[in-house]
């Protein structure tokens, strides 16, 4: 098996995630011809002033509003509010009768509602404790009403906005008679009606086009009643959007609906529908649509809601994190991301969670800065008024339109400026501030280029009159160029940010070194990292690293805590990048120190999230450092660090970012697993990737997809290991050809390369386990597409990484098809490894390129009969076993021992000689201590066949009878443990020494 490659991560940023279910409406066919002559039929139910239990301020309100609304869409609609038992029946009985003959039957009810034993029951106001007792005669069950106007309506709707907590004690039981059983009352409000569900559960009426059926809030989940006086979040959302049926079909409307209290009510709360209709429904008559700025806003709102209902849950819930984190409005960072359009929302999860941090900073910007806004012109005041209203209700691409208009208001005044010093100071800033305001709506549409420009129009304006805002724009231009040039790869764009850097350092008095000099020179280095991530040398990391750290001097000083963290971080991630370049583990060992600083001015009990992120960052350095070095001290500091950020990334609370950390750990256990022979690790790492797969979806995530299934492909490549057969393998090289499907060589040159690499390390293992020489010349073809990508010069530490790979199959190619130049490929590719791994900064790699030499070399001299190459395989596997030892690497150790006790046996079969004997005796005796008969029957097998071998030469050179006996006995064993292991192949060889030692007894 070679050497595996993992691809590499990118370091965590804050995250949370919630999950919400989304209720679907799918109606497929028109109501009718037309929708002119339909009669539909309303009764609008308001329960407040229950006598009982607890009352409730808004349910009168909203059947008021309701009932006029309806009537205004052309309903025949009558309302009642804060009715007893009796009247509520008498009201619903009256109503079914109406409905006979009409098209629609609406029916609205706001109040407390409960469900228990399967029904759900609408709560009168006179109810109370003794109303349980009997509930069918002293509540109000809804499936009879759902069946009766089944049975004569078409199409019947009913909206129930009584999903309110339980009003009765949390231990009360329900009994719908007197003499009926029992049930407990649910305790978060109603479930789905049982007379909503498919058509197909019951036989259906000739004319009956189905029934919707609509809840405040989720089944099982408690509604907001909403402020005092107020409608609460489901009306208001049903007032607003039901007026939009002029022209848009009832499905749209519902979800705009969902959607409007998942915003208002900041994700608490998500409505939820349940129909069976057969055809689609329209309304054709509608109140007047709101005009104007309104008008414009209301538009782009609906079709963010629609947006907003097709958005994946994983996405969702970045966005809420984002929003709470960021304090900004949930509803402007979804308009963020649909003016961005849903087919360009990046895919990786790491991507979507830069993109709105970077944009909810934008927008946190914009409200804080809203009131500083000062203008005279009443226009301006109008324009700006409603652009600041649109971003709140997530209309982006209006409120752009609007700013639009104020800068085309500002140009047509500002010649007309020609007043006093101070009322041009004035008119300056003001012209500046809309400048910045549309600067910050471009920004937020990720029209980078056309915000830096603008941002450098709006510094041009306060320059000379304001110190402090002619910081703040130049500033925001940097940050817009830095972005523009990130998201598109413009170096010039790059490079104008470190100008616009410069230009802000030139504003410090005398060059000193206070805090403002360190932000801005902190900044500064982020682009010159970014830069310098896409060089092939470290010179502008290394810039970058020299001016994090003079940032942190100054930030140490003034005792600024938050800046000096962020600093840190910056410097580790950076310190990290340049050290996973190099041989020398220095800088990595740099990054380390620097994680554990920042976790030191990150406590847990203040910023969690942060702490998180920060002990994830951390295991990826202690990874990256621990394949330096040849124990596995790094890589169990690792396990442990992203199990203290497992302890915050929960599935429930943030399933993205604890995907991402379980496809690390993953990677960290297989490592460990392989280190120390420890199956329970790598079966563990594989559970982890398979875990972390069910939320990285290649529909959803497919990047973050394919990275997990090219771990769990090293997972289960390391796994075969303890598994003669062929079952993982053949699922690891799938996996592997899944991660091909999205890594091509064009988008992801870094990744496809190593994902070829771990092919070919699977194809090896299984030409080696089926003696299949294709398999074998697969593996070498996959090794020579990686090292297409991974030159020496570019990447030292993977090139050797595939010249070892390559040399392991080369020299298994040779035992098959008995070419020599196959040893004599695989020595020269052993060597190449050992030009860049060194004992002192990969000590691991190279004491296995050194073992993977002297097996080479071991063949070659048995091919040429040459004892200088046996005594050089002999001295490079004792090499190596100064690294390899039992403790750190046993297979890999026991692997090397067993290797030297052959070159020995076979340098003294060459010489004639038996001085060598005990030597070898003692090696193969050693790899017994890690090749156990129970654990590894195989490799036990082999050694004890060896040892049969060394006692027969033993034998041969006059060591007597015993001797042969012990021969004899170590064959036997030999034998039992290839039946064991079920690889009989050398068994009739096995069986030939034993005959041919029992001659020579004999012969005595």
Known sequence: MGLLKTPNHHLSARAWLTVFVTGLLCLVATLANGAENLKGVALIVGQSAYEHIATLPNPAKDARDMAKMLTDLGFDARSVTDRDAAKLKRDLKRFVEDAEGADVAFIYYSGHGIEAGGENYLVPVDADMSSLKDADNALVPISAVMEELRKTVPVTIMLLDACRTNPFPPDAELRRAPTASASPIGTGGLEPVRGAKALGSAPAVAENLGTVVGFAAEPGRPALDGAAGENSPYAAALLRHLAAMKGTEFGSVMRMV?????????????????????????????????????????????????????????????????????????????????????????????????????????????????????????????????????????????????LDEAVRRVEQTRGAVDQAEELVRQKRLA???????????????????????????????????????????????????????????????????????????????????????????NNMAVVLQTI????????????????????????????????WAAAQNNLANVLLKIGERESDPKRLNEAVAAMRATLEKRPRDKVPLDWAASQNNLGLALYALSEREPGGERLVDAEAAYRLALQEYTREKAPVQWAMVENNLGNTLVSLGTQRNDQAKITEAAAAFRAALEIRTRETFPVSWATSRLNLGNALSSAARFDLGTGELEEAATAYGDALTVFTRKRFPMDWASTQNNLGSVYQTLGQRARDPARLEQSVAAFRAARRIYTRRAFPLDWAMTAYNLGNTLQLLGG????????????????????????????????????????????????????????????????????????????????????????????????????????????????????????????????????????????????????????????ENAKEGFVEAGYTIPIPLTDKKIELVKQQLAKK
């Open 258 to 402: 969902t959607e409007e209290v998942y915003l208002d009510t900041k994700a608490r709360q998500r409505p939820w529908v349940n129909e069976s209709l057969r055809r689609l429904l329209y309304f054709g008559v509608a109140p007047p649509e709101p005009a104007g700025d309104d008008g414009l806003i209301t538009g782009e709102r609906r079709q963010l809601l629609l947006t907003i209902a097709d958005l994946p849950d994983p996405k969702r819930s970045q966005v809420e994190l984002a929003s709470q984190q960021d304090g900004v409005p949930l509803d402007a960072l979804y308009g963020v991301l649909r003016a961005l359009g849903t087919e360009k929302i990046p895919e990786d999860p790491t991507d979507l969670e830069k993109l709105l941090d970077a944009q909810a900073e934008r927008l946190k910007k914009m409200l804080s800065e809203r009131d500083a806004l000062s203008t005279d012109d009443p226009e301006i005041k109008r324009l700006v008024a409603s652009a600041d209203k649109a971003i709140g209700q997530g209309a982006i691409v209006t409120a752009h339109k609007f």
């Open 816 to 971: 098959l098809s008995d070419k020599p130049e196959h040893y004599k490929d695989a020595v020269t590719a052993y060597r190449d490894a050992l030009r860049e791994y060194k004992r002192e900064t990969t000590p691991r790699q190279w004491a296995l390129a050194q073992a993977g030499l002297g097996s080479a070399l071991h063949w070659l001299s048995m091919a040429k009969g040459d004892t200088t190459s046996l005594a050089e395989s002999v001295a490079a596997r004792r090499a190596a076993l100064e690294v390899l030892t039992l403790e750190a690497a046993p297979v890999d150790w026991a692997n090397a021992q067993n290797g030297i006790g052959m070159s020995l046996l076979n340098l003294g079969t060459l010489e004639r000689s038996g001085k060598y004997l005990d030597e070898a005796e003692a090696a193969f005796q050693a790899t017994l201590k890690v090749f156990t008969r129970d654990s590894q029957p195989l490799q036990w097998a082999f050694a004890q066949n060896n040892l049969g071998d060394v006692h027969w030469n033993r034998a041969s050179q006059g060591g007597g009878d015993a001797e042969y006996l012990k021969a004899i006995e170590f064959f």
């Open 431 to 521: 012209d500046a501030a809309i400048y910045a305001r549309r600067a910050d709506a471009s920004a937020l549409v990720f029209d980078y280029s056309a915000a830096a420009s603008d941002y450098g129009k709006a510094f041009s304006l306060v320059e000379k009159w304001d110190d402090k805002l002619r910081w703040n724009y130049k500033n925001q231009e940097a940050e817009a160029l830095n972005a523009h040039g990130d998201a598109i790869g413009d170096r010039k764009a790059l490079e104008q940010a470190i100008d616009a850097y410069q230009v802000i350092l030139g504003f410090i008095p005398n060059g000193q070194q206070n805090r403002d000099w360190a932000i801005t020179r």
């Open 532 to 563: 310098g991530e896409r060089e092939t040398d470290t010179a502008r990391l290394d810039e970058a690293a020299r001016i994090f750290r003079d940032s942190l001097v100054v930030f140490e000083r003034e005792k600024d805590d938050l800046n």
